[in-house]
């Protein structure tokens, strides 16, 4: 069944891209509009104003906190349904964007047809999981073990790595994740702890080597 008069928001900071995408959208079954957000600050603005039923959003949009910016999102459209599609790799970032809320996770070096059957499945309530997203999934919920050091990470912890590795203040993140310094500097020290680094220049040397720098 396909849904109709769906209304989409495109939140990306590349204008050239966003253009591709929306005339792409606009031409598939059941989209009515698409609209456009360059910054976090925007689209925040956006679904302040409106309803939507999807948003497509780039992860590493500016002025938005990566990870953490999925809730935020959440919690302002709880209508619409978000899908994640990013420039950064699904086995990065994947599964811990659905399990901050997203209905789907997509990479730009998808086959755009995916994108299209995410935004109509997604649209109607449900996930979307590509093949090998959902593998991983699997597999992490069968052996209960991690891989590499930064899966070790709790969702909070992972997402205080990324904010650290982007040049943010202890104080900086505490602001935007709304916690207190002291429990910023709490995970910073389970991080390096777990990954069995010893400082933040180590940090970020591993953040960069594994494309982890939002």
């Known amino acids: ?13 590349h204008p050239l891209f966003r253009l591709g995408l929306k005339d792409y959208l606009l031409r598939c079954p059941g989209v009515v509009e698409v609209d456009e957000a360059a910054s976090g600050n925007e689209l925040l603005q956006k679904i302040d104003g409106r309803a ?24 302002r459209s709880p209508r619409a349904r978000l899908i994640i599609y990013s420039m950064y790799p699904e086995d990065q970032f994947g599964s811990r964007a ?13 086959d755009p047809e995916l994108l299209k059957e995410a935004v109509l499945k997604v649209s109607r309530g449900e996930r979307y ?9 699997g ?11 930064h899966e070790l990470l709790s969702d909070r912890e992972f997402q205080v790595l990324t904010m650290i590795a982007a040049g ?11 916690i207190s310094v002291k429990t910023v500097s709490t995970h910073r020290s389970h991080i ?7 400082n933040n220049a180590e940090l970020i040397r591993y953040a960069l080597e594994h494309g982890l720098v939002l």
């Open 1 to 13: 069944m396909i849904l109709h008069s769906l209304h989409l928001l495109i939140a990306d900071d």
């Open 52 to 75: 939507y039923d999807c948003i497509i959003l780039e992860i590493a949009l500016p002025g938005a906190n990566g990870l953490a910016f999925i809730g935020q999102v959440i919690k």
């Open 98 to 110: 659905l399990r901050a809320g997203a209905a789907c996770y997509l990479t730009k070096d998808s």
């Open 129 to 137: 999981i590509v093949p090998s997203l959902a593998q991983k999934l």
């Open 139 to 149: 597999e992490e919920a069968l052996s209960g073990r991690k891989g590499l050091p």
């Open 168 to 178: 943010k203040t202890v104080s900086g993140i505490a602001s935007e994740l709304k």
């Open 192 to 198: 390096l702890e777990k990954m069995n680094l010893r």
